[in-house]
């Protein structure tokens, strides 16, 4: 009998990279009872294939189910902007090709089932049990709330990366669907989580510790950091910030980061500009603080670098 917190995974693995690093943190941490891991956002195919490489790569046998690629609304057009678009290629079905796809990826098998599926039967079966962690747009919750409204309150956590307060612009996972934040964050889920850009943006690696993942034996650690270099040279980064993966060490130590109740809202007629709404009767736990020390220490123990 398993009696490790029961979690599923919603994630856009495939554009930056630190998607990939909150996965292995997840498997290899040994806290989880992992139930299967969703894809989101464009191509949720070779999301969730390439999700599916790394963790065979790691001996896991958890299955990965493909979401829902485009927003509940807005227009995928009106995300990107052309200095990225011209960068962009397509795949043999005409859909984005995400940077860090590899061919050897293709084979990965994945599940016919839809992650929204996936999703209200888990919850349905394991009611008041199931944390989970969206890591990218979230389109696949919001559906699945949207699809069995019943599932919001036997929802035990939705703990997401996302949002920030007191920036000018809209971070990317709510600004890719402020309307499916909203659906979230306004649901009858008891308790939710924003651990938001505030302090994920304080969890730079450093070019040492990129060294120190090139220099690796670890196979997942390789194939992450090949889809590392592989980001870096399409986006002309150098330096990661591990916003997803301080999500999830979150929630292995929840005294890495410091939270307050607050009042959060999206203004859907701003991109999702997210702001504190005095009228909302509910609160939300928003990140404000961060132990960096401990995150670190936790990060880098978990993955043996």
């Known amino acids: 009998m398993n009696n490790l917190p029961k979690v599923i995974l919603d994630t856009d693995i495939g554009d930056d990279i630190d998607d990939a690093f ?13 139930l299967g891991i969703t894809t989101v956002f464009r191509n949720s195919i ?21 979401g829902i690629d485009n927003p509940l609304k807005v227009s995928i057009d009106n995300l990107i902007s052309p ?8 795949d043999e079905n005409n859909k984005y090709l995400i940077p860090q796809w590899d061919e050897s990826m293709e084979k990965c098998q994945i599940e016919n089932k839809s ?13 008041n049990e199931i944390t989970i962690i969206p890591i990218g747009p979230m389109t696949n919750i919001a559906s699945a709330i949207k699809k069995d409204p019943s599932i919001a309150n036997k929802i035990k956590e939705i703990r997401f990366m996302g949002a920030g307060l007191n920036y000018n612009f809209v971070e990317w996972n709510i600004f890719c669907d402020p309307d499916a934040a909203k659906i979230v964050i306004d649901s009858d889920v008891k308790k939710i989580t924003a651990v938001t850009l505030n302090v994920t943006s304080q969890t730079g ?8 993942l090139r220099n690796n034996d670890s196979k997942a650690i390789k194939l992450v950091y090949n889809a590392m270099m592989k980001w870096f040279a399409h986006y002309n980064f150098e330096n990661p910030v591990m916003h997803d993966p301080l999500t999830v060490t979150s929630l292995i130590d929840e005294s890495i980061i410091k939270t307050e109740k607050l009042k959060l809202d999206f203004d859907l007629s701003n991109h999702g ?13 928003v990140s404000i603080s961060v132990d960096k020390e401990k995150f670190f220490s936790l990060f880098k123990k978990v993955l043996s670098i």
């Open 22 to 34: 909150a996965l292995l943190l997840l498997l290899e941490s040994h806290k989880f009872d992992v």
């Open 46 to 66: 070779k999301r969730a294939k390439m999700a599916k490489q790394l963790i065979d790569s790691l001996g896991y046998d958890i299955k990965v189910y493909p």
């Open 83 to 90: 200095e990225i678009k011209q960068k962009e290629k397509v």
């Open 115 to 127: 992650a929204v599926d996936f999703i209200v039967e888990s919850v349905n079966k394991y009611p």
């Open 205 to 212: 690696l450093s070019s040492e510790e990129v060294n120190q």
């Open 273 to 285: 500009m997210p702001f504190i709404n005095s009228e909302k009767n509910k609160f939300i736990n």
